[in-house]
């Protein structure tokens, strides 16, 4: 179990934070917070239950606050104000020793970049995240060996990151982060980069997966398509704000307003 609930969490940058905390109190929008304090308001107002042993899509365009608020989530950015609870407990208050840990013991990321390291080998890569746990060596690479070949990378693990394709480097990454067994795994805009046939199966493969592990699995998407095939929940987002959320069926027979409903009627313009 690994239920995320945000409540009241707002994240500004600028150098006059608790002036547009007001402003943002009183409801002035992103342009005359930013005009009048010099803030951005990246996240705003977020109340949002991320339910666990599912997959959530938190999708939008690009400036929609949806990688900022997967990065708030384990306070790879710190929100400005409001609480972020896994199954209760409060992450914004944890001192660094104990973020540390919950980071360690409960998550596991995964990124667009693949965030490979060069040097090392596809096997290593995997086992990477197990050594910094201190699991030992021979444990660790068996553990990341039989995750790479469930994934379809056996015989790659003596391999380097620069002989295999986008694909493949992406199997890497998630297999390094399965490995881990973490609670929740984090997704941002992880397919994003990859060729439309390789997507496809990757998010196949993710669905399989989850079928099979029932994890708490956050995905980040700009991709309407993806977010109605991937997710169980979907929250979209506007300008820092929740625009809706709530499951696939919810969004394409009762949209919230236009701005949902024109990414409903994308989706359904692609499938014709």
């Excluded at 900022?68 to 384990?74: A, D, E, K, P, S």
């Excluded at 290593?124 to 030992?136: I, P």
Aim: charged share 20%; hydrophobic share 50%; aromatic share 4%.
């Amino acid at each position: 179990m690994a239920e995320i609930a945000l409540t009241g969490v707002n994240k500004l940058y600028g150098g006059h934070g608790k002036a547009a905390q007001v402003l943002v109190a009183q409801g002035l929008d992103k342009a005359a917070i930013l005009e009048r304090t010099g803030c951005t308001v990246a996240l705003r107002d977020i109340d949002l239950v991320l339910p666990s042993d599912a997959i959530s899509v938190i999708m939008g365009l690009s400036g929609s606050g949806k990688s900022t608020l997967l990065r708030c989530l384990i306070r790879l950015i710190d929100p400005s104000s409001g609480a972020i609870r896994f199954d209760g407990e409060d992450i914004t208050r944890l001192g660094l020793p104990a973020l540390r840990a919950f980071r360690r013991t409960h998550v596991a990321m995964v990124f667009q970049n693949f965030a490979l390291l060069p040097h090392r080998t596809v096997l290593q890569n995997a086992a990477f995240g197990l050594a910094l746990h201190g699991v030992k060596r021979g444990d660790a690479e068996a553990r990341a060996a039989a995750w790479l070949a469930k994934l379809g990378l056996g015989g790659y693990e003596r391999a380097y990151p620069d002989a295999l394709s986008g694909g493949m480097r992406q199997r890497v990454g998630l297999a390094r982060a399965l490995a881990c067994d973490p609670d929740v795994l984090l997704m941002d805009e992880a397919f994003s980069a990859l060729d439309p046939l390789i997507r496809d199966e990757l998010q196949a493969q993710l669905l399989d997966l989850q079928a099979e592990l029932g994890k708490t699995i956050v995905f980040v998407t700009h991709d309407i398509r993806e977010a109605l095939r991937l997710g169980a929940h979907i929250v979209v987002m506007r300008d820092g704000r929740v625009e809706q959320a709530g499951p696939p069926a919810t969004l394409l027979s009762a949209p919230s307003s236009d701005y949902v409903a024109r990414f409903v009627a994308q989706a359904a313009a692609s499938a014709r």
